[in-house]
T-cell receptor
Framework: SQQGEEDPQALSIQEGENATMNCSYK?????LQWYRQNSGRGLVHLIL?????REKHSGRLRVTLDTSKKSSSLLITASRAADTASYFC??????????FGKGTRLHILP | DAGVIQSPRHEVTEMGQEVTLRCKPI?????LFWYRQTMMRGLELLIY????????DSGMPEDRFSAKMPNASFSTLKIQPSEPRDSAVYFC??????????????FGPGTRLTVL
């Protein structure tokens, strides 16, 4: 089964609203990364959070990590049409394995 | 910087044919990754190289798949013979620094492979 699993699988919200996506994983990790993929394109790195960090910000992005619950969340504030994409979490388990989830498809409605 | 370059962008071939995908990593990056993406299985790491040496090829599905990195600026992923179930988007990514899996990866645009 997947190490990182995003939830929900798909999300549609109105432009201007906040979007929250979650990632759960099974084993301990060194870090967790979030990536964005626009349709037909490669993945683009958004943010990396290490296992000893609880929260990080980057522009309109806010990532939290709860190692006790083995979960992370990605919050996009004041969403824009350009945020429409798939979002993936990737976990580094420390055994030199990196596992990507299947992603959350985010659609921003005008 | 041109970013990670992959070629071809699209490949359509017939079952049984050999397919070669190419990747040029970002200059100065010492780690290179090959991924496969399908709707059913998501994004899977096939193999990664560090300083041109294959570190982990446990994700390579079977012997029909092989990857090489003859120098720091070029890598190939070869499928021989190809099968319809190999149809997917294949991504190459690169990064720098030690413990490559812990660092931000830069992805290429991908090669969309269709095996008929």
């Amino acid at each position: 089964s997947q190490q990182g699993e995003e939830d929900p699988q798909a999300l549609s919200i109105q432009e201007g609203e906040n979007a929250t996506m979650n990632c759960s994983y099974k084993t301990s990790i060194n870090n967790l990364q979030w990536y964005r993929q626009n349709s037909g394109r490669g993945l683009v790195h958004l943010i990396l959070i290490r296992s000893n960090e609880r929260e990080k910000h980057s522009g309109r992005l806010r990532v939290t990590l709860d190692t006790s619950k083995k979960s992370s969340s990605l919050l996009i504030t004041a969403s824009r049409a350009a945020d429409t994409a798939s979002y993936f979490c990737a976990t580094d388990r420390g055994d030199d394995k990196i596992i990507f989830g299947k992603g959350t498809r985010l659609h921003i409605l005008p | 910087d041109a970013g990670v370059i992959q070629s071809p962008r699209h490949e359509v071939t017939e079952m049984g044919q050999e397919v070669t995908l190419r990747c040029k990593p970002i200059s100065g990056h010492n780690s290179l990754f090959w991924y496969r993406q399908t709707m059913m299985r998501g994004l899977e790491l096939l193999i990664y190289f560090n300083n041109n040496v294959p570190i982990d090829d446990s994700g390579m599905p079977e012997d029909r798949f092989s990857a090489k990195m003859p120098n720091a600026s070029f890598s190939t992923l070869k499928i021989q013979p190809s099968e319809p179930r190999d149809s997917a988007v294949y991504f190459c990514a690169s990064t720098t620094g030690n413990r490559a899996l812990r660092n931000e990866q830069f992805f290429g645009p991908g090669t969309r492979l269709t095996v008929l």
